[in-house]
């Protein structure tokens, strides 16, 4: 008989014990916070992702209490752009400490999982979870869910300095327009060949490059005034998106968040995407307490750039993604 129970939450209490015993990071927020505060806000984001999916989180306990927890949610901007049924995993903890109590909790957890998979005829589904928890990244590749791209999560601490390295080059920074979306859309398309969708060749290419140059433009739509561009003698050469999320009430931050950049390929080489990020990070230092970066590991230039500019790495991720067989039928 299995020795896990699937049950739900019995209330606030028990949260702040399952995020307490997982001690690896899944945000940089958390790493300028004190355990309390850091288990309080982790609490929260489950509380409030538990009241909007309260049919797809499951709870674990054993003879021990509770151990584990896993939350999954439909991702409808995935099914309708490729024409699939997608979900992710948004959420698996467990308690640390007995790597064989970890594997039971996680294989109850996704037992529950799959009777839900199975009921919303789900074609693909993807996880992101921390590169420490190997227990979990195991269970996830037993039922089939295999690697794709590894995410390095960078951040600088806006009130230990501003300090910043000179500029390069001579150039103006100025708010995205209209008419720049489409001059920048093609030096995106460098950034994207990075992504997870375009390294998971079950994605036909033309969708998964429409895919991220639409979410694109709706970044741009939606962060005008945190989206700008570079121009070098009146040339559009390339941009950045950024935003600031004010988490001054459950986390006491402002946190400055760099979301998506690049530039024109053909002058690579010449400082220009030093600037442009440097500049962004000097826009963001005065807005924020502390600035989040989420790097593609392959994207090694992205990665130095950030670190030249006194970015430490702290929460590196990894995404995995599960295709049902019925779509190789």
């Known amino acids: 008989m299995n020795p896990i129970a699937v049950t739900p939450l019995r209330g606030d209490e028990e949260w702040e014990t399952l995020v307490a015993h997982y001690p690896h990071l899944r945000t940089t927020p958390e790493l300028v916070l004190s355990d309390r505060d850091r288990t309080r806000a982790i609490a929260a984001d489950l509380r409030d992702f538990v009241a909007a999916h309260p049919d797809s989180t499951w709870v674990a306990r054993d003879e021990r209490g509770l151990c584990g927890l896993l939350g999954a949610a439909l991702a409808p901007w995935e099914s309708r752009h490729f024409g699939i049924r997608?979900?992710?995993?948004?959420?698996?903890?467990?308690?640390?400490?007995?790597?064989?109590?970890?594997?039971?909790?996680?294989?109850?957890?996704?037992?529950?999982?799959?009777?839900?998979?199975?009921?919303?005829?789900?074609?693909?589904?993807?996880?992101?979870?921390?590169s420490a928890d190997l227990v979990a990244i195991g269970a996830l590749e037993d039922e089939g869910f295999r690697y794709v791209e590894s995410l390095t999560f960078l951040f600088r601490d806006c009130r230990r300095g501003r300090m910043l390295p000179p500029r390069r080059t001579v150039y103006v920074y100025r708010q995205i327009q209209p008419t720049d979306v489409q001059v920048v859309v093609p030096y995106a398309r460098a950034s994207f060949s990075f992504a997870r969708f375009m390294a998971d060749t079950r994605f036909p290419r033309d969708q998964a490059v429409d895919f991220y140059e639409r979410w694109m433009r709706n970044m741009c739509h939606d962060l005008p005034d945190t989206a700008y561009v570079m121009e070098i003698d009146g040339r559009t050469v390339g941009f950045y998106i950024?935003?600031?999320?004010?988490?001054?009430?459950?986390?006491?931050?402002?946190?400055?968040?760099?979301?998506?950049?690049?530039?024109?390929?053909?002058?690579?080489?010449?400082?220009?995407?030093?600037?442009?990020?440097?500049?962004?990070?000097?826009?963001?230092?005065?807005?924020?307490?502390?600035?989040?970066g989420a790097v593609i590991t392959r994207n090694a230039p992205m990665f130095n750039l950030l670190t030249e500019l006194g970015f430490q790495v702290r929460v590196p991720r990894v995404t995995l993604h599960h295709w049902t067989e019925k779509t190789h039928e």
């Open 242 to 292: 950024s935003r600031v999320d004010d988490l001054t009430e459950r986390m006491g931050l402002r946190v400055g968040r760099m979301i998506l950049a690049a530039i024109d390929p053909t002058l690579r080489g010449q400082g220009i995407g030093f600037d442009l990020t440097r500049n962004t990070v000097a826009w963001l230092l005065e807005k924020a307490d502390i600035i989040e």
């Open 86 to 130: 997608a979900a992710n995993i948004e959420h698996l903890l467990t308690v640390i400490g007995d790597p064989q109590r970890q594997r039971t909790t996680v294989d109850a957890l996704l037992l529950a999982y799959r009777q839900w998979h199975r009921a919303q005829g789900l074609d693909f589904v993807a996880a992101k979870l921390p």
